[in-house]
């Protein structure tokens, strides 16, 4: 409420009469959340990843910063192993070095941040 309170104070332009100012405001103010709760899409949601984010379905996201990640021989076999299990492709044998992705963060499907 405070927030509200604090934004809707910062947008008065006029100090001659603030109240009838103010009171314009929150009239502004509710017929846009007004339209936007009648017709959704008319103010289209334009969220986008940020650069170098991964979305890996189900809502949840990849976020960086990632590192590119070396694995050596012996630890192929399992990953390979878990990733049978998972439905997953492996890209590369065992003659080839293996690299994945590590990323710092998680967004979680309910806007936090893990």
Not at 57 to 66: A, E
Not at 83 to 88: I, K, N, S, T, V
Request: include cysteine; aromatic fraction near 8%; proline fraction near 6%.
């Amino acid at each position: 409420m405070e927030c509200t309170i604090g934004n809707l104070g910062e947008e008065i332009h006029l100090h001659s009469d603030p109240y009838a100012n103010l009171t314009q405001r929150i009239i502004n103010r509710s017929r846009v959340n007004a339209l936007k709760n009648m017709l959704p899409d008319l103010f289209p949601d334009n969220k986008q990843l940020p650069q170098g984010a991964l979305d890996i379905g189900s809502n949840y996201v990849l976020l960086g910063p990632w590192e590119l990640h070396q694995l050596d021989k012996s630890v192929f076999p399992a990953l390979e192993r878990f990733a049978g299990l998972q439905d997953w492709r492996i890209k590369g044998g065992l003659g080839e070095l293996l690299s994945i992705h590590r990323f710092a963060r998680l967004l979680l499907p309910n806007g936090q941040i893990a």
